[in-house]
Nanobody, 124 residues
Framework: QVQLVKSGGGLVQAGGSLRLSCAASGRTFSIYNMGWFRQTPGKERQFVAAIISSGVNTYYADSVKGRFTISRDNAKNTVYLQMNSLKPEDTGVYYC?????????????????WGQGTQVTVSS
């Protein structure tokens, strides 16, 4: 069992930056692949970024490539999402999630554990 607690988020102007953090309980954090998803009203939760358990490989949605960076610190049981050059279309509720299997990492249905959502609002 993994419990995920998020921090970060808020309101920022277009072009600004935010960093989301997601701290996990338990000693087995390092075995989980981790992902970030976002959801807007009336839409399904969409893949944003993922990182494998070792942190060696990362994956991004096309819409955030070059602007967002996912990273993790297994010693701190924490995964991060650095968001730069934010756009109004990045607005949404962001969720971190943990996946014990191989994926596909972009498939939200593969993830077993979810953190609470945090609102990110980008004003134009």
């Amino acid at each position: 069992q993994v419990q995920l607690v998020k921090s970060g988020g808020g309101l920022v102007q277009a072009g600004g930056s935010l960093r989301l953090s997601c701290a996990a309980s338990g000693r087995t954090f390092s075995i989980y692949n981790m992902g970030w998803f976002r959801q807007t009203p009336g839409k399904e939760r969409q893949f944003v970024a993922a990182i494998i358990s070792s942190g060696v490989n990362t994956y991004y949605a096309d819409s955030v490539k070059g602007r967002f960076t996912i990273s993790r610190d297994n010693a701190k049981n924490t995964v991060y999402l650095q968001m730069n050059s934010l756009k109004p279309e990045d607005t949404g509720v962001y969720y971190c999630a943990a996946l014990s299997g191989p994926g596909p990492l972009a498939d939200r249905n593969q993830y077993s554990f979810w953190g609470q959502g945090t609102q990110v609002t980008v004003s134009s």
